[in-house]
Every structure is written in C-alpha cells, then in structure tokens.
C-alpha cells in the first residue's frame, strides 16, 4: 500500500465524518481525491493532528478520524496518552509509517524501534491494529467507524511507491483560515452525541 492508496481508502470509508490530514504531502493527496468541508488540512502542525482531533470528537461524540503520520505523531506521542484516557471518546487514529520522517525525506524514522502500536495499547487505546494491505485497511476503517466507542489505532505500513504527488502550489493555493471556517461550520452542524464511559 502507498500514501495515496491508504488515504483513498480513509475517504471511501468516511461521509461525514470528520478527518482531520497532518502534514502537506497527506493534505495533497487528500485534497487531489476528494476537498470534502469535513476534511481539514493541518498542513504546518507537525504532531498536533490528535490534538486537534481529540477535542472535534468530545465537542460532537462522534466518529472523528485523524490521519497521522509516523514522524508527525513521534513529535507529540502525548496525544496518545491523552485520547486513551478520555471515556468514550469515538478516534479512529491512523498512522501512515512509511518509516521516514516526512516525505521525500532520507531520515529514517525510529518506528522499527519504537513501537507505536504498544504505545497507544499502554495509552488506553481499545484496538490497535497494524497492515500493509490496503482492502484489509479499508475494512478495519468500516469496522471501526461503525463500531468503536474508545480510540482505537490503524497503522498502515506504506512500502510501496506513491504515485506523484500534486505540487506544493496546488495547497498553498487554498484558503487555510476558509478551509478551518467551513471545517468548523460542518462540525458544527451536527447534532452532538452524548459520550459513554
């Protein structure tokens, strides 16, 4: 599975869920499949993706997914920590490992060491799943949105080529405070769900 293969298969699983995309070259590949209001695109907030998407899942008591990236959330693990010890809080956590930190990077990122997937069992997390296929990763989502009632955990291991990315200019050319307004304005708009314990 490659970048572009795992975030087509976040947007045909979700409708209007709302996703919250860490770093540009995931933002890209989002926008480039589908610019849905219910996506933001966090493209300068190295390792602040669960943060965010922590509190859009406690303000709505909905399904809310974050696609992370492995470098990005080594910067900030705390949102782990935070999201397995909040009751009900319905996260579906990606983490696309492509083992580098950032795209078209050299630097290897340490996630053959340091193990995500214990991290965020050890944090709470319900669920933790890891796979390098991306139909398996497609129905781990379904399964997951129609289902979790705690954060759970998806790492996709990207091994396999991406296909080129959209130009850095393609995003840059987007409104990011409009992009945050009509992200808000969506959220805001759904009737929020009482949490459960």
């Not at 999201?83 to 053959?112: I, M, N, T, Y």
């Not at 995003?171 to 409009?178: F, Q």
Request: glycine residues 8%.
């Amino acid at each position: 599975m490659n970048r572009t293969a795992a975030i087509r298969a976040i947007i045909t699983a979700t409708t209007v869920e709302p996703v919250v995309y860490t770093t540009e070259a995931t933002c890209r590949a989002a926008r480039s499949i589908a610019d849905r209001r219910n996506h933001l695109y966090l493209t300068v907030g190295q390792g602040m993706a669960s943060s965010l998407g922590i509190g859009v899942a406690m303000q709505i008591g909905r399904p809310t997914v974050v696609v992370d990236a492995y470098g990005s959330l080594a910067r900030n693990p705390m949102g782990l920590i935070t999201a397995g010890s909040v009751a009900g809080l319905r996260l579906v956590h990606v983490v696309l490992d492509d083992g580098l930190f950032g795209a078209g990077q050299s630097a290897a990122s340490p996630s053959g060491r340091a193990d995500i997937c214990a991290l965020a069992r050890a944090s709470g997390y319900a669920s933790v799943s890891s796979t390098a296929r991306a139909d398996r990763f497609l129905a781990l989502l379904r399964n997951q949105l129609a289902t979790a009632t705690r954060p759970v955990l998806i790492r996709c291991l990207l091994s396999e080529p991406d296909e080129p990315a959209v130009p850095s200019a393609g995003l840059r050319t987007v409104d990011l405070p409009e992009n945050a307004r009509r992200f808000q304005d969506t959220i805001g708009a759904l009737s929020p769900v009482p949490r459960t314990a």
